[in-house]
């Protein structure tokens, strides 16, 4: 006997949704800054939520139109923060969110943190008018997220993760993130035939590659809060964003220690205690990782991209990828045409 379908449920956006300080009481917000606390506009722009058993995303291309500051209870849960670009002011307990920074090419560089607190955690955020944030936040339940643990390949840091125990981890989205990040926004915007199927799929999709990135095998990938105190975390935030605004021919050592107000020795103190590496392999793997990228999501030759990534010879780009990821960069573009190298 043939049983009806039921319809997937609505995509939950709003192409224009106006939020006032009145909304923002009424969910719990604490409104700061003691302005009006009546119908007063305080943000428009686009939202959409993903809602499955266990996982649960909120997502936003929303501008600021007017100052605010607000503190909010953020649940017990593992949370994924995507920061695609703009800019505003916050942090999680007193210690603050790394936001996007532009290149000197003028794109923005996005940023990312998974986030673990046992007994919950106090978001503070301020905003000056005109400022704005395309954000994405995925929370998942310890329940949920136990299903992944089963294998023996599950790493140690993933497993303290499910435990319980509090942690603040950052990781760089690739383009791939960006890509499924801003496609549903589109998506929220759009709402096609079967928005939620690709929603959600979207979302699972975010989730491997911010697991996959922070707990893999990437020394840099992975901070455990447990082991730097927050003033070494804001340097570390503040290393990892004049190497993303440097080209790597163009990177020197010397110039970012005065930039960040240290000495190369301090720096090389910090990594080692932050990645366990130098701060030159430290450098090295960020441009690799980078190169990785380009080779998966661009059509740019392999000697453009081993130049980008400061290698002049291409054959010792060749032997510094393959020693860091187990394969040549040309085993990348299999299917992009001729392989260089």
Known sequence: MNRAIAPLPPVAADQNPILTRRELRKNGVRVLDGGDQGDAV?????????RMDGIHANFGRRMQVDDLEMEVAVDAQVSIKIFLEGFVEASLNGVPMPMPQRTEQGRWQSSAIIVSHGNGARLRRRARK??????MV??????????FSESAETPE???ALLCGEPGFWQWQPNRKVEFLARQMFDIAARKPPFSSVLLES??????????????GTSPEAVMPPTNLTAAE???????????????????????????LGASQATLQRLVRKAH???????????WLDEARQALLFSSRSISDIAFEAGYVHLSNFTAAFRKRFGYPPSSLRRHAGPAEG
């Open 276 to 286: 366990n590496c130098s701060l030159n392999e430290f450098i090295r793997n960020r």
């Open 202 to 215: 979207h979302t699972l999709a975010i989730v491997y590659e911010a697991l996959t990135t922070a707990f």
């Open 138 to 147: 995925i929370g998942m339940s310890r329940e949920w997220l136990q299903r």
């Open 233 to 259: 975390q804001q340097r570390i935030y503040a290393l990892v964003r004049y190497i993303d605004r440097h080209l790597a021919q163009e990177l020197s050592v010397t110039d970012m220690a005065s930039e």
């Open 130 to 135: 005109g400022q704005y944030l395309d954000k």
């Open 42 to 50: 305080v943000a428009c722009g686009l939202v959409g939520k993903v």
């Open 157 to 159: 840091n993933f497993r």
